[in-house]
């Protein structure tokens, strides 16, 4: 995918998408990222998988709050 | 009359040590979940520190219903100001460093997993939660930081940027490095402990 089909080079594409999915890009860059996936495969590809790398991270928020550290955080509240 | 002036301040005392009590212990998963991620060693220390600032401003949370999101702020505010004094400059990561790569890419080129039908998916999924920690540990922390906040617990970026105390475009910026550093990581960690190793087994 190139510059010379009037589209934004690839580069530019990707480095857009996580903004492009927090739609935080502006509707014209929004455009311009539309118009690349609607020819790019590899893009597309790209984009699918930021999708799921987000959601990957938002999955895996909470840890574990061991046992021996939540009685002493909560010993700690109870001393305040 | 002043002995029942004393009783009525510590009864108040009391309620208020309960409320707080009441609405801080099942935020403490939470808290402590993000203080590990926002740092490797001595996250109950953080978490501690962030209480008792807490409750010193107990006065200024407004709705309950926001207590979670109230102490995490707090939290980072005690993250920031400590990173500022441990840290005199600033490692910034160069665009040139991390533009050129693409995780999604270099599974495709690499194919770790050949058998695999649906690479990208297995490759994420062989990282458990303390991978994933492991792997945040690994970016600078003015990185890490907004990596977290935003895509593990939620904020918007607006909110990052007053917690963090830099401008919306550093934010942004910063952002857009953490990603790509992360992704790189990611690729390393992967092949440094063996993740993928007997996952494509057939």
């Known amino acids: ?80 | 009359m002043a002995r029942a002036t004393g009783m009525s301040e510590l009864v108040t005392a009391e309620r208020t040590k309960d409320a707080f009590r009441r609405l801080v212990d099942p935020e403490l998963p939470g808290l402590y979940s993000l203080a590990r991620r926002l740092v490797r060693d001595g996250a109950e220390d953080l978490v501690q520190e962030a209480l008792l600032q807490a409750y010193r401003a107990f006065g200024t949370l407004r709705d309950e219903a926001a207590t979670g999101r109230w102490l995490k702020t707090i939290l980072v505010n005690v993250f920031r100001d400590d990173l500022r004094k441990r840290t005199r400059s600033v490692e910034e990561i160069s665009v040139e460093e991390v533009e050129g790569f693409s995780l999604y890419r270099t599974l495709i080129e690499v194919d770790p997993l050949p058998y695999s039908d649906t690479l990208h998916h297995d490759f994420l999924t062989a990282f458990g939660k303390d991978d994933v920690r492991e792997v945040l540990l690994r970016l600078p922390e003015i990185y890490r930081a907004p990596l977290v906040l935003k895509y593990m617990d939620g904020f918007v970026t607006k909110e990052i940027a007053r917690m963090l105390d830099v401008p919306l475009g550093t934010v942004l910026a910063r952002l857009h490095r953490g990603r790509k550093r992360f992704e790189q990581e990611m690729w390393a960690y992967a092949e440094e402990a063996s993740l993928l190793a007997g996952r494509d087994d057939r």
């Open chain 1, 1 to 80: 995918m190139t510059e010379t089909q009037g589209l934004i080079p690839c580069s530019e594409a990707v480095r857009k998408l996580w903004d492009y999915l927090d739609n935080a890009v502006p509707p014209e860059d929004q455009e311009k990222v539309d118009k690349h996936l609607s020819f790019c495969r590899t893009c597309c590809g790209e984009l699918e998988f930021a999708k799921e790398l987000r959601a990957f991270l938002a999955s895996g928020s909470a840890l574990e709050l061991p046992v021996d550290v939540k009685a002493r955080l909560e010993r700690f509240v109870q001393e305040l």
